[in-house]
């Protein structure tokens, strides 16, 4: 079992930047693939980062390409996603998510996963 716990949304301006991070409790948090995924109002789950359980494989969504950086440490058990740049459409919860098993893979839907925290809500305010 992993637990995870995110935190840093809030309500930001367009342009402004953010920082959440999701801390995880548990079994083998270095062993798990992890993910970065968001919900708005009416919308699905959609992906927007994940990153293999060392570290060296990171993907993110197009929308998220050059304004949000995702980054983990394993020795604290947590994940980061640095976002910038922030336009009104990023507006959503966002979730922390975690995949077992040291995978290094492209895993974009959210039934991959087995763990989920309980989210974190994003304002981008125009």
């Known amino acids: 079992q992993v637990q995870l716990v995110e935190s840093g949304g809030g309500l930001v301006q367009a342009g402004g930047s953010l920082r959440l991070s999701c801390a995880a409790s548990g079994r083998a948090f270095s062993s798990h693939l992890m993910g970065w995924f968001r919900q708005a109002p009416g919308k699905e789950r959609e992906f927007v980062a994940g990153?293999?359980?060392?570290?060296?494989?990171?993907y993110y969504a197009d929308s998220a390409k050059g304004r949000f950086t995702i980054s983990r440490d394993n020795v604290k058990s947590t994940v980061l996603l640095q976002m910038n740049s922030l336009k009104p459409e990023d507006t959503a919860v966002y979730y922390c998510a975690a995949r077992g098993g040291y995978s290094g893979n492209y895993y974009p839907s959210a039934s991959d996963y087995d763990y989920w925290g309980q989210g974190t809500q994003v304002t981008v305010s125009s």
């Open positions: 990153i293999s359980w060392n570290g060296r494989r990171i």
